[in-house]
């Protein structure tokens, strides 16, 4: 007798991407959704259970003989209790499914770093306990008699129901006696390691009309997923608030996506203040055993609102029926690695599991949400004021290439920009100046013979870094000391840089206003821990004067004496090249003039461009969603595009050039051949993608854009088994990826 096992293994590798047979000829229980110890192709690895184990009368030789092939018994059963619930695997299944990914990669993004499939956390995670003196219940009705101090340690055990930790007893006589007489005695319980998140409590506020009307649609709404469109500053907190309550007064839980959780200290202070200990924070900054905890505390539903960031809508709640998603058109609710999941996609995969609602909220939905709420497929409710009726700000657009802008003290730090800076200044208020490129300079070139320096490794243009002295590569890390540099080209040793980074720009203000308080966030500065909060909380009391950044500053952030908004360089992701440029430009310009002059005062923004008649510039100026909407819907018909069409990104990647440029003629061949010579489907490439060389990797994409799934899913899955010859070569496959490129 024994038990026959399916068996997915830890590589996430698409040829191995199915369930192996095993048996179990242990005494001990074995159950779906546990992690086990085997033996594959000689080396050991970790497994996952992925069916019901199957009891098998026959001995496993008889067995063997029957069948004509030999199954291994696994070496050792890790978990003592199933780790994923038959829900959620069958979400895990959807995922894997619906992304033509390995299902050990989306396993492994559900679970905390200790629980995973993956032999480098083979440890069983470690668990921690904690002494404690609790009162027996029986004892409290007798009439036993205490003495003084007796009572008195009696008192203070009563103090904490979750019992007194004994290391914290300093009566040991005392204790001694009240355990013999029974009226009190010694436990174990397991503490969670988790950080205390402090709060202070707040009440519900009430909602004005147009909130509560449209408080009203989402929670009579009748559609799956429904959208809740609301200009920045219009309150849609305090309606998700309003929803998480509905929901937990139904006894059910509630999931709140947000896109970064570093960027989201306001809303998660008021959900804490409202639902205090029910709710749990997912941060990726925890210790592996604080992430074991968290999740235990979670999947015991220890708590009933989750809030995290994109692998939050995998929290281990039980009856989860809500789940909203903020900010939804921000791109990082997608996975740009494998498994390459869009977090937007699997809150409704999960509420359809669940019969439950997903809410997308946001100012500026992203194409595909917004044309499904036109089409009905989605609710949509609008919020059009801004709470209080505050102000919009007053947009200016300056022409970077008109000379009377520009005067050879700078040539990104415009004249009006400068008066503008100024008036601000004097006012006392503050100013935020956005430029998405980090470091002082982003080309370093040679004098002598005007080549500039690129990374060995990537084949991409190096960036100087002043202050540290240094010339980095942004793709892969790669550094050269700045001193002492010899050109590889010509052996030239002095050098010049072009274009401007967030370094650079500190550096030009700082020497217009000397006097001015200025600080820098970017990913540089950022690095050390609590340096991001620091500067955000400083920058909101008013410590300092103006702050430069990157993305990081144009987020959701609530300053009241900001009143200049400054984009530095518009034409900076217009001209990126994605089919996305023009709807990210115009979030990222709606969300960085929302950030000027939220309260009483007025706000002003500035957006500097060498493309002042670009459309998208004009309708951000206006800050006309609609408008824009309309405008790119065209522009996406015209080209047949996302939301009119959907695509897929395959990446082919190798070692050397020639493999790749072989492999990826022979994966076009096959998709050719599969989608019969594309009346299924319109198919693009080989072509050399936007970064070709990565850490020596060598890169080619082909691009597949159809309409419907059914008649492409054949094909895309048959890519997993394609017989490529060799074994550098790479496939990835990225369903509706974020951006073309
Ligand atoms: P959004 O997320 O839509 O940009 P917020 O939820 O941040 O807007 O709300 C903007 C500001 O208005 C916040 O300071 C918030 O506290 C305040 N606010 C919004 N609705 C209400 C309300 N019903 N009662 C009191 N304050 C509100
Ligand atoms: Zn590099």
Redesign the pocket.
Known sequence: MFYLLQVVIEHGVRKLDRPFSYAYLGQNKIQFGERVKVNFNNRQLIGFVVEEPLLVEDSLEKYQEEKGYKIKPIEEIIDAEPIVDQKMFDLVLKVAEYYCCPLIEVLKVILPPSLRPNSQYAGKPKRSFRKVIVINDKFLSTTIQFNANETKLLNKIKECPQGLPKSQVTAKKSLESLMKKGAVSAEQIEIMRLPEIEYEEDSI????SE?QAAYEYLINSKKRVNLLQ?????????IYIKLVKNCLDQSCDAIILVPEIALTD?MISRFKAIFGDRVALLHSGLTDAQKYDEYLNISREEVHVVIGARSAVFAPLKNVKLIIVDEEHVSSYKQDRMPYYDARKVAIMRMEQMQGKVVFGS?TPSLECRARGDKGVYGLVK?KER??SAHLPQTKIIDLGDFENIDYNSTLISIPLRQAIERTLAKKEQVIIFLNRRGYAPVYMCRKCQKPLKCPNCNLPLTYHKGQKKIVCHHCGYELQAEDLVCPHCQGTAFSFVGFGTERIQEEIQSFFPQAKIRRLDADTARRKGVYHSIINGFSKGEFDILVGTQMVAK?H?FPNVTLAVALLADQSLQFPSYKANEDTFNLLTQLVGRAGRKDKEGFAIIQTYSPENDIIHLAQSQDYEAFYQYEMKNRFDRQYPPYTFIVNITISANSSKEVEKASYKVKAYLFHQLQGGTRSELYGPSIPYIERLNNRYYRKIMLKYKSRKLVDAALKGLNVLNLHSSSVKIDVDIDPSSDI
């Open positions: 506020h009430e909602l004005n909130q609301g200009v920045t500053g219009s309150g849609k907190t305090e306001r100012a919020l709470y209080n959701g609530d």
